[in-house]
C-alpha cells in the first residue's frame, strides 16, 4: 500500500522515471482502476437492497399530526371527505404497521436480493481478471516493441555503415552504382523499420497507462522478465478448472439462484397477508363534546381473489427468465471451453517458436557474417549481401517477438482458467 501511494505521488508531482515490475504494475492497475471502483460501489448498492426488503419485517411506526377548521355543527355531504362531520380540531398520534405473516415471502425476495447482490461482487472478480489480463498485454507489449526498437536501431546503423563503405567504394569506382543504390535501399527500410518499432512502442505506452487506470502519460521504465517455460501438458484438465473457477459462471449460477427464491416468493403471492394495525393518539378539547384522545388496535387480512391472471403471468415470467439464464449459463460453458482450449494451443505453439526462431536467427547471423566476407572480398553480390541483411533483421524481430508473444499469450490462457496464475 505504502508502495503504491508513494508510486502515485512520484509519478503525479514529479513525473520522473520509475522502475516498474510486473506486480506492482498489477498491484497499481487493481487500486487506481476507475472501472474496478464503478463496480465496486455497485457491489456495494446492491448489498443494500436486502436490508430494503427485510425493513418490510420490522414495525411501521409513524408519527402525525393534522387540524382543521369548521363553522360549529355542520355537515358536509360530498362524498370525498370521510366523514359528514366538520369540526375544528387539532391532535395528533402515533400509527404502527406491523407484518405477520406472509408466508414467507418477504424472506425470499430478500434471499434473491443477497443472490444477486453476491452475483454483483462475482462481476468485479471478472473484471479484475480483465485488468490484470490487460495489464499483462501492455506490459509485455513494451517489452517487445522495446527489443524491436533496439533491434531496428542496430540495424540502421549497420547498414548506414554499409552504406558509407559502398559509397566510398563507389567514389574509387570499386564498386557500381547500383550497389550504393541497393545498400541504400536496404538503409531505408531499416529506416522504415525504426520508424515502425518506434511508434508501437508509444501505442504500447499508451495501452498499458490507460490498462493502470491513468489518463496521462506517465514516465515509467519495466523492468525485463525471464521467460517462464511452465506450461501443462494438455488442454482438458484447464478447462475443467476454468469450468470450476471462472467468475462469468458462478455469477450465473448466483443468478439463477436468485430466480429460484424470486420464483418461490411469486408462487406464494395468491396466500394470505396478515398484518396488525394499531393507532393512538389525542385531541385538543372541543365544546361539541367528543373525546380528546383515541386508541385502536386490529388484525388486517388480505386474500387475493381475483387480478386477471396477474400472478400467474408473473410466476411464468420469473420461471422463463431463469430457463433463459439456464441456457446461458450453459453457452457461456461451451464458450469458456473453447477459449481454454484455444489458449493453450497458441501458448504451446508459441513455446515452440522460441526454439525455432532461436535457431532461425543463429542461422541468419551465420549467414550474414558469410555472405558480407563473400561481399568484401568480390566473390558476393549486394542483392546476396542485401538479402542476408534481411533474413538477419527479421529473424531478430520473430526471435524478440515469440518471447513476448509466449508471454502474452500465457497471459491470456491465465485469464481463460478464471486465475491470476498459471
Do not use: C, W
Amino acid at each position: 500500500m505504502r508502495f503504491i501511494l508513494l508510486l502515485v505521488f512520484v509519478v503525479s508531482l514529479e513525473a520522473q522515471p520509475v522502475v516498474l515490475t510486473l506486480e506492482q504494475a498489477r498491484e497499481l492497475a487493481l487500486k487506481n482502476h476507475p472501472a474496478l471502483a464503478a463496480l465496486d460501489y455497485s457491489a456495494r448498492a446492491a448489498a443494500e437492497q436486502p436490508k430494503q426488503i427485510r425493513a418490510a419485517l420490522a414495525p411501521q411506526l409513524a408519527a402525525g399530526i393534522t387540524g382543521s377548521a369548521a363553522d360549529e355543527s355542520s355537515r358536509f355531504v360530498y362524498s370525498g371527505l370521510s366523514s359528514p362531520l366538520l369540526i375544528s380540531r387539532l391532535g395528533g398520534g402515533l400509527q404502527l404497521n406491523q407484518l405477520i405473516h406472509d408466508s414467507g415471502r418477504t424472506r425470499l425476495l430478500s434471499e434473491s436480493a443477497a443472490y444477486r447482490s453476491e452475483a454483483q461482487k462475482e462481476l468485479i472478480k471478472s473484471a479484475r481478471l480483465q485488468v490484470l489480463s490487460a495489464v499483462d498485454r501492455a506490459y509485455f507489449s513494451i517489452l517487445r516493441a522495446r527489443v524491436i526498437t533496439r533491434v531496428a536501431a542496430q540495424t540502421v546503423q549497420a547498414r548506414q555503415l554499409v552504406v558509407d563503405q559502398v559509397s566510398a567504394l563507389t567514389n574509387s569506382q570499386l564498386r557500381s552504382t547500383v550497389d550504393l543504390s541497393f545498400a541504400k535501399v536496404n538503409l531505408a527500410d531499416a529506416q522504415i523499420l525504426l520508424n515502425k518499432a518506434n511508434n508501437e512502442r508509444d501505442a504500447a505506452v499508451a495501452e498499458f497507462t490507460a490498462a493502470i487506470g491513468l489518463r496521462d502519460n506517465m514516465s515509467f521504465e519495466i523492468e525485463d522478465r525471464s521467460v517462464n517455460e511452465n506450461l501443462p501438458p494438455e488442454a482438458e484438465p484447464l478447462v475443467m478448472r476454468a469450468i470450476a473457477e471462472r467468475p462469468e459462471l458462478r455469477q450465473l449460477a448466483l443468478e439463477l439462484e436468485a430466480g429460484q427464491k424470486q420464483l418461490e416468493a411469486e408462487n406464494r403471492l395468491s396466500r394470505p397477508v396478515f398484518s396488525l394495525q394499531g393507532a393512538v393518539g389525542g385531541l385538543s378539547p372541543t365544546r361539541s363534546g367528543f373525546p380528546n384522545h383515541y386508541a385502536a388496535l386490529g388484525v388486517s387480512v388480505s386474500i387475493p381473489i381475483l387480478n386477471g391472471r396477474l400472478f400467474e403471468s408473473r410466476q411464468a415470467e420469473v420461471a422463463l427468465r431463469n430457463r433463459a439464464v439456464e441456457k446461458v449459463r450453459e453457452e457461456r460453458g461451451n464458450q469458456i471451453a473453447r477459449d481454454v482450449r484455444t489458449a493453450f494451443l497458441n501458448a504451446r505453439n508459441a513455446f515452440l517458436r522460441l526454439r525455432l526462431t532461436q535457431e532461425l536467427l543463429d542461422q541468419a547471423r551465420l549467414s550474414l557474417e558469410l555472405s558480407q566476407s563473400r561481399y568484401d572480398l568480390g566473390l558476393g553480390s549486394i542483392v546476396e549481401l542485401s538479402q542476408a541483411q534481411l533474413n538477419q533483421t527479421s529473424a531478430e524481430v520473430a526471435s524478440a517477438s515469440a518471447r513476448y508473444e509466449y508471454q502474452i499469450l500465457r497471459s491470456i490462457l491465465r485469464y481463460q482458467l478464471g486465475e491470476g496464475a498459471l
